[in-house]
């Protein structure tokens, strides 16, 4: 959360919108040698993540949203246990070797992983988070032509290798206007951002080797001594990865990350995305080719960058403290990557004048799209991005969010909120900081502050339906028990979720759950009814969430019910993009009439 930075950067504006003018022009064109990247691939986690991505990229490159003559690719994880980001660039690899052979070693290329299941942010479940649209463009960009723009000038000064990169972030940067960010030497390249000591905690922190940074200029080449993921507090300052604001750069970094940060005041410096050389990756691709098969999460920052430098060492191998699950091997597996890519240069691109933002939460999101200035100046984000919807409403610096919906304008839509891909009628009332995201209400309907709503298409035994999840917008779906008695320990919209399905008239028994029967959560609960149109999809969830709220009875024992997990193995991808079609076409259609 970025709540702390007090100040938009006119330099980041003005730098951003450069880039944002240059990848404009390139859309739907083809791109001529070492302008662009060579390949961009993005990482799924399964086929049916992989079959919607690659339908997704096909829909952009007939609308010509995105640059041609470029090879766009999905790699899919192998199927069987999670493998992180860091065993999906590991299978990258692979794929790109197996493709190419040695001709990629000549390429510059983009990885971005795109393979989780999106639970903090479930809108990008279904369709994925590089595919989260923003209130940018027209028509508007989703997170990969984002990317694509942020990054317009890495390719043409880069040697060949691999950028990589994750879906739910996006970094910011101002450089002198002759100045470009190099990736040309050897091993890894990471970019570096000043960050408040509490951020450091839930990042990647860099002990840099001297460089004079009393000279504050907005971007420094420097090597990493060490790399420390998700340090302590006490460990940044026993590593000497802490550094201290004097006069001058107070005020330099006015609009930064640290800009909130009074006289004397400490920072560090946190990672973001990194580079790899050819000759770096085909290690990686050894180590991977000797593993043979890899059955642990392997996480790319952690794994790989803290094996690099002069001062890395073994021991953070050992340390499971930051791992989601523990496996068997994990510990083998990271001494052996440690002991590949030890010695491996780990090159730093400091850059003071930055910002990190993140889009991986639900609280995240809506702090970003509606109340935080500084996103909204940098980027030049819209309360209202191509969308036919004419009230919008500000109060104590909070606005709503439309993107690319239709809205009738007697609708309310109070501000915090986000409505993307809907259509909403007159009798349809918004509280603040909802989630609304493919839905279609016509029907009178109140949404409580705080709610969340996002409906999927499914196609069921061959019949198309639909599911509509709905659930607070700060309930945790990952959080799981092992045992039924435990289920009181779950909210869901701040309520003990043993008293949600009493108010559903629904038994507490394991065939209430899909998937794993010793990880009982609100993402694997069968709570959600399948019906046969998406209004009355919407309809129903809302009779769910109300019935909670006003403590009546809602009987969900006459529908068919589905998990959120079932929802997205069950997802019908081209119904979900023909909705949004027909949206996009209908909104097309009145701007031209208005304009005549």
Request: with cysteine; glycine share 6%.
């Amino acid at each position: 959360m970025a709540a702390d930075r007090v100040f938009p950067d006119a330099s980041l504006r003005e730098a951003t919108e450069r880039k944002l003018r240059r990848f404009s022009k390139l859309r739907g064109k083809p791109v001529a040698a070492g302008e662009f990247w060579d390949i961009v691939a993005i990482t799924a986690a399964d086929e049916k993540q992989e079959f919607a991505y690659k339908q997704q990229l096909s829909e952009k490159m007939k609308r010509k949203e995105l640059p041609l003559g470029v090879q766009y690719h999905v790699f899919v994880d192998p199927a069987g246990a999670k493998i992180g980001n860091g065993g999906s660039t590991l299978c990258a690899l692979r794929c790109l070797e197996k493709l190419y052979g040695d001709k990629w070693n000549s390429f510059t290329i983009l990885l971005i992983h795109s393979g989780g299941y999106s639970q903090r942010l479930p809108s990008a479940s279904a369709l994925g988070k590089i595919f989260t649209a923003l209130p940018l463009g027209n028509p508007i960009y989703q997170m990969l032509e984002l990317k694509l723009a942020m990054y317009i000038d890495f390719p043409s000064h880069m040697n060949p290798g691999i950028l990589v990169t994750c879906a739910d972030d996006i970094e910011l940067y101002g450089i002198g206007e002759f100045e470009f960010i190099k990736f040309d030497k050897p091993g890894f390249t990471a970019l570096a951002h000043p960050s408040s000591l509490s951020v450091g905690t839930t990042h990647g922190v860099f002990v840099l080797e001297p460089f004079n940074h009393l000279k504050y200029r907005d971007v420094e080449y420097t090597c990493c001594y060490r790399f420390l993921h998700k340090p302590s507090i006490e460990e940044m300052h026993q590593c000497n990865a802490v550094y201290k604001l004097g006069s001058f750069s107070s005020e330099y970094f006015a609009g930064g990350d640290t800009a909130y940060l009074k006289l004397d005041s400490e920072y560090v410096y946190t990672d973001s995305l990194f580079y790899m050389d050819h000759q770096s990756a085909k290690k990686l691709l050894a180590f991977y080719e000797e593993i043979g098969e890899l059955n642990c999460e392997i996480d790319a920052y952690g794994d790989f960058l803290q094996a690099l430098g002069p001062g890395a060492t073994v021991e953070y191998t050992r340390n499971t403290s930051n791992v989601t699950k523990e496996e068997s091997e994990l510990v083998d597996v990271r001494q052996r990557i440690f002991h590949f890519l030890k010695g491996t240069p780990l090159n730093v691109v400091v850059l003071n004048n930055s910002k990190f933002y993140h889009l991986g939460t639900t609280e995240e999101y809506l702090f970003h799209f509606t109340s935080d200035n500084n996103i909204k100046s940098e980027l030049g984000l819209q309360p209202v991005a191509f969308s036919i919807f004419p009230n919008i409403t500000e109060c104590s610096g909070k606005t709503s969010c439309i993107i690319q919906s239709i809205v009738d304008s007697r609708c309310f839509v109070a501000p915090g909120s986000v409505v993307e891909y809907s259509r909403l009628g007159p009798d349809v009332s918004i509280g603040e900081n909802c989630i609304i995201s493919g839905s279609h209400i016509m029907t009178k309907a109140v949404l409580s502050p705080c709610s969340f709503l996002c409906s999927i298409s499914l196609k069921i035994n061959g019949h198309l339906k639909y599911s509509t999840v709905a659930f607070g917008v700060q309930d945790n779906l990952k959080k799981n028990v092992k045992i039924l008695s435990d289920l009181k320990s779950l909210q869901f919209f701040g309520i003990c979720f043993l008293s949600c399905l009493d108010i559903w008239n629904l038994k507490v028994k394991e065939e209430l759950f899909s998937g794993n029967k010793t990880q009982l959560s609100l993402w694997n609960a069968r709570i959600f009814p399948v019906c046969s149109s998406l209004s009355d999809s919407v309809t129903t969830s809302l009779e769910m969430l109300s019935a909670i709220k006003n403590k009546s009875t809602f009987n969900l024992n006459s529908y068919e019910l589905l998990s959120i997990e079932e929802m997205l193995a069950y997802k019908d991808v081209e119904d979900m993009i023909t909705y949004r079609e027909q949206i996009f076409l209908e909104i097309s259609l009145n701007k031209k009439q208005s304009d005549l």
